[in-house]
């Protein structure tokens, strides 16, 4: 027998573990051609059925996902330093409230006096840019309202704002209809704020 180790290589002779009273083993259907993948596929012993998928964006998606020459942070900043952060909407189900907690906590523990000193010879605090990528699930990334994700900046010219396949949508665990709860899904959004001039 042979199991997949820790580092991603296989392993003969693995410790086989006891599985509890009600596991029930299932195999997987594989639709990528990872040789892990396919080792796993042949142990045949994993906890429930799953489907691994290449996905790629539909036509009706293409025009909210940024091209990889606009990625951020692009040539047009003479980057200084990046903040990130993370947001979460436990209630309501609200794309943009998560982007915009992701971005105040990037900018949240962050003080800029370099700008506003003139720190940086020959730049003025009204030339400082700002790019932002966001990490937002991609069944939720065409409810994204960016101008308000934008107005969480309180200064810096936002250059460039790219959206990009991340984040996460999980549970809650309660559905709370008083808080304007849908269903108890609970979406989490990853933010990189890259600041220059």
């Known amino acids: 027998m042979t199991a997949l180790s820790n580092s991603g290589a ?47 964006p539909m036509a009706s998606e293409e025009s909210s996902v940024l091209k990889a020459s606009d ?9 200084l330093f990046v903040e990130m952060g993370v947001g979460y909407d436990q209630h309501g189900q609200d794309i943009t409230s998560a982007a915009m907690r992701a971005c105040r906590d990037a900018i949240s523990s962050n003080s800029i006096p370099a700008f506003r000193r003139g720190s940086i010879p020959g730049v003025s605090f009204g030339e ?6 966001l990490g ?27 959206i990009v396949d ?9 559905h709370v209809e008083e808080m304007g709860d849908k269903n108890d899904d609970c979406y989490i959004v990853n933010a990189a704020v890259y600041v220059g001039y």
């Open 10 to 56: 296989l392993a003969t002779n693995p410790q086989i573990l006891s599985s509890p009273p009600n596991f029930r083993p299932f195999n997987f259907i594989i639709k990528l051609s990872f040789p892990q993948l396919r080792a796993i596929n042949q142990i045949g012993i994993v906890s429930r059925r799953f489907t691994a998928v290449a996905a790629s």
């Open 136 to 162: 937002i699930p991609r069944p939720l990334q065409h409810l994204l309202d960016i101008e308000k994700v934008k107005s969480v900046f309180p200064y810096g010219t936002i250059s460039n704002v790219e």
């Open 128 to 133: 400082m840019k700002l790019q932002i990528k």
């Open 166 to 174: 991340g984040g996460l949508i999980c549970s809650s665990g309660v």
């Open 71 to 79: 990625s951020v942070p692009d040539s047009s900043i003479k980057l």
